[in-house]
């Protein structure tokens, strides 16, 4: 969070360095609620997170075939994990599980329309934090992994590194439009 709060953003809102904040402060909030043992409260907290990641990837172009794979492995995941879900995670789980595989298929999508080292760096991120919390429904509700706080931090951890490092492509990006559309209005 410090490093996008080290660059110059004109609005949180309207720039991609500022979505990807506001993902990286829903994070740190559905940390803390996971940590207080409030999992459903938690991972809205982290929908919330995957929502502000796909405002910042975008919605076009489509390319919906990047997302089969990650659909499937969601929902092959929550076939494993469901028998040991409660009501609530039984609703709420299929809703977060897609939230995070949007995000990563949008993320793959901006990797593959605008390939650079920080963007393919970003896909990776992305999918090492659906990896992440693979690691968490399998210990938590399949059965448990030796280690496995170490799995879920250090995939976790890579996973918001590799994701804040993607503005990096974007700093100059949303300041050079802002400055493109100022001069094309005054022309007029």
């Given at each position: 969070m410090?490093?996008?709060?080290?660059?110059?953003?004109?609005?949180?809102l309207?720039?991609?360095?500022?979505?990807?904040?506001?993902g990286?402060?829903?994070?740190?909030?559905?940390?803390?609620?996971?940590?207080?043992?409030?999992?459903?409260?938690?991972?809205?907290?982290?929908?919330?997170?995957?929502?502000?990641?796909?405002a910042?990837?975008?919605?076009?172009?489509?390319?919906?075939?990047?997302?089969?794979?990650?659909?499937?492995?969601?929902?092959?995941?929550?076939?494993?994990?469901?028998?040991?879900?409660?009501?609530?995670?039984?609703?709420?789980?299929?809703?977060?599980?897609?939230l995070?595989?949007?995000?990563?298929?949008?993320?793959?999508?901006?990797?593959?329309?605008?390939?650079?080292?920080?963007?393919?760096?970003?896909?990776?991120?992305?999918?090492?934090?659906?990896?992440?919390?693979?690691?968490?429904a399998?210990d938590?509700?399949?059965?448990?992994?030796?280690?496995?706080?170490?799995?879920?931090?250090?995939?976790?951890?890579?996973?918001?590194?590799?994701?804040?490092?993607?503005?990096?492509?974007?700093?100059?990006?949303?300041?050079?439009?802002?400055?493109?559309?100022k001069?094309?209005?005054?022309?007029?």
């Amino acid at each position: 969070m410090l490093f996008i709060g080290m660059h110059k953003m004109n609005s949180i809102l309207d720039c991609y360095g500022g979505k990807i904040l506001l993902g990286l402060t829903f994070s740190v909030t559905g940390d803390a609620l996971l940590n207080l043992d409030l999992f459903p409260h938690g991972m809205g907290a982290f929908a919330v997170a995957q929502i502000c990641y796909i405002a910042a990837y975008g919605l076009k172009p489509v390319k919906f075939y990047f997302a089969i794979p990650f659909y499937a492995l969601g929902i092959a995941m929550y076939v494993v994990v469901f028998e040991k879900l409660d009501v609530v995670l039984k609703v709420g789980l299929p809703i977060y599980a897609f939230l995070l595989t949007s995000m990563v298929w949008r993320s793959v999508v901006q990797a593959s329309t605008k390939p650079n080292f920080f963007n393919i760096l970003c896909a990776f991120g992305s999918f090492m934090f659906a990896v992440s919390d693979g690691f968490i429904a399998i210990d938590k509700f399949y059965t448990p992994i030796p280690h496995a706080r170490y799995y879920i931090m250090t995939t976790y951890y890579f996973a918001q590194c590799a994701i804040t490092l993607s503005i990096v492509n974007r700093i100059g990006e949303t300041v050079g439009e802002k400055k493109i559309n100022k001069k094309k209005s005054k022309k007029n």
